[in-house]
C-alpha cells in the first residue's frame, strides 16, 4: 500500500520561498501522475501543479512562473517550489498519486486515488 509523507511547510513571510517534497514509500511511483493540491480554511481543494509519468507539466494559473513541480524517480519523490509567496497562498499543501500511464497531465481531484496528509503553508503580510 502506498504511503505519502509531505514536508517543507512552514511559517513565512510574503516574497520568501519554501520547498516542499512528497516521499512515497510502498509503489513505485515513476509511472504514475503526481498532484499537489491545497486546501485553504472554507474552501475547497484545488489544483496547483502536477507532473506527469513522462515529465509533462502542468500548472494553476495562480501559482504559473512562481511554482515550480519536479521529481525524482530514483527518490520516489516529487517537489514543489514555491517561490514569491503571497497570503493567498496559506493552505494545507497535499500530495497524490494519479492515474498510471496517464497521456497528458491530470488536474482533476477525482483523478487522484491516494493522498498525503498535508503540510501546513502559512504566508503572512
Known amino acids: 500500500q502506498v504511503q505519502l509523507v509531505e514536508s517543507g511547510g512552514g511559517l513565512v513571510q510574503a516574497g520568501d520561498s519554501l520547498r516542499l517534497s512528497c516521499a512515497a514509500s510502498?509503489?513505485?511511483?515513476?509511472?504514475?501522475?503526481m498532484g499537489w493540491f491545497r486546501q485553504a480554511p472554507g474552501k475547497e481543494r484545488e489544483f496547483v501543479a502536477a507532473?506527469?509519468?513522462?515529465?509533462?507539466?502542468a500548472y494553476a494559473d495562480s501559482v504559473l512562473g512562481r511554482f515550480t513541480a519536479s521529481r525524482s524517480n530514483a527518490k520516489n519523490t516529487v517537489y514543489l517550489q514555491m517561490n514569491s509567496l503571497k497570503p493567498e497562498d496559506t493552505a494545507v499543501y497535499y500530495c497524490?498519486?494519479?492515474?498510471?500511464?496517464?497521456?497528458?497531465?491530470?488536474?482533476?481531484?477525482?483523478?487522484?486515488?491516494?493522498w498525503g496528509q498535508g503540510t501546513q503553508v502559512t504566508v503572512s503580510s
Open positions: 507532473v506527469s509519468w513522462t515529465g509533462g507539466i
Open positions: 497524490a498519486v494519479g492515474p498510471q500511464v496517464y497521456i497528458s497531465v491530470p488536474r482533476l481531484r477525482r483523478q487522484y486515488d491516494v
Open positions: 510502498g509503489r513505485t511511483l515513476s509511472s504514475y501522475a
